[in-house]
């Protein structure tokens, strides 16, 4: 069984800073993709950034410039540095992988349980 574990989630004023931590554990063999995305209340689910496994970042148009995301392929360790924050971040944030368990060579689509993030004076 594969599992992915966030932290970092927290309460903080428009302007400032936060860092989300993954971690993936289990019976993993390799995983690619892996990323973050929200969803804030009353709204889908949608992506923040996602990672290759050779490094290549993609991000979302809302993210300007102020997150970066970076990942630790030794460790099945994914961050995200967000800086500038805007009440418009509030939600949960999920974290997402892509992995092939050593069980069986089938790709997994797997999601953390999620942290939440609260932007506010």
């Known amino acids: 069984q594969v599992k992915l574990v966030e932290s970092g989630g927290d309460v903080v004023q428009p302007g400032g800073s936060l860092t989300l931590s993954c971690v993936g554990s289990g019976s993993i063999a390799s995983i690619f993709a892996m990323g973050w995305y929200r969803q804030a209340v009353g709204k889908q689910r949608e992506l923040v950034a996602t990672?290759?496994?050779?490094?290549?970042?993609e991000y979302a148009r809302f993210v300007k410039g102020r997150f970066t995301i970076s990942r630790d392929n030794t460790k099945n360790t994914v961050s995200l540095q967000m800086n500038n924050l805007e009440p418009e971040d509030t939600g949960v944030y999920y974290c997402?992988?892509?992995?092939?368990?050593?069980?069986?060579?089938?790709?997994?689509?797997?999601w953390g349980q999620g942290t939440l993030i609260i932007v506010s004076p």
């Open positions: 990672m290759t496994r050779a490094g290549h970042p």
């Open positions: 997402n992988a892509e992995v092939v368990g050593t069980a069986a060579p089938d790709l997994l689509d797997v």
